[in-house]
């Protein structure tokens, strides 16, 4: 079976008014009717969580993963350090196979109503991701700046500044439906 996955916390799994839809999943189940979509993303988890569930990602087999954590490390409430989350997310990339892993920053958020979520840990952990993107060879969505400038950035996200909205979604969907097909594609050349 050809599988894309989506490993990552509350932004992939789908929290709409605190409810999980799997959004993101349904969607690109739409735009890939030939692969199975399966959402390993968990709501709360950062990179220390995820560590423990990579190796039952790898054993999926799948064809792409869409890596998207960050804005829980971020938070300064039990802080994980710049350094970690990159060790984190290498060991992760470098278990999944760089060829297959589409990279997420994390998101913007409204850190007015975040406070916990700094705009400085945001670009830092954005950083972060992009230097890996480069190093390891890796896809990579910067959706932190992508998000900063649109115009619409609060039709972005729902009345909490964190959660993504049905907008949030499709601006997501349109960034991530481009690098899927590359990555895809890819893959159909290396084996």
Not at 34 to 42: C, F, L, T
Not at 57 to 62: D, E, F, I, N, W
Not at 146 to 152: D, G, K, P, Y
Request: hydrophobic share 40%; proline share 4%.
């Amino acid at each position: 079976m050809k599988r894309i996955v989506l490993f990552g916390d509350f932004t992939l799994m789908g929290l709409i008014d605190g409810k999980a839809y799997d959004t993101l999943a349904k969607r690109i189940r739409k735009d890939f009717p030939g692969y199975e979509v399966i959402n390993m993303s968990i709501a709360d988890y950062k990179t220390n969580n995820a560590m423990t569930r990579v190796d039952r990602v790898k054993k999926l087999h799948p064809k792409a993963v869409i890596l998207g954590f960050g804005v829980n490390d971020i938070s300064i409430n039990d802080e994980i350090k710049p350094g970690k989350f990159a060790a984190n997310l290498t060991h992760m990339i470098e278990t999944l196979g760089h060829q297959k892993v589409i990279l997420l920053s994390p998101p913007f958020t409204d850190w007015k109503k975040n406070p916990t979520k700094p705009w400085t840990r945001q670009l830092q952990f954005e950083l972060v991701c992009e230097h890996l993107s480069k190093q390891l060879d890796v896809s990579y969505i910067d959706l932190l700046h992508i998000m900063a400038n649109c115009n619409n950035l609060d039709k972005l996200l729902q009345a909490d500044g964190l959660h993504f909205s049905k907008l949030g979604y499709n601006l997501l969907e349109d960034e991530l439906i481009p690098e899927i097909k590359a990555t895809l594609a890819n893959e159909l050349v290396s084996n």
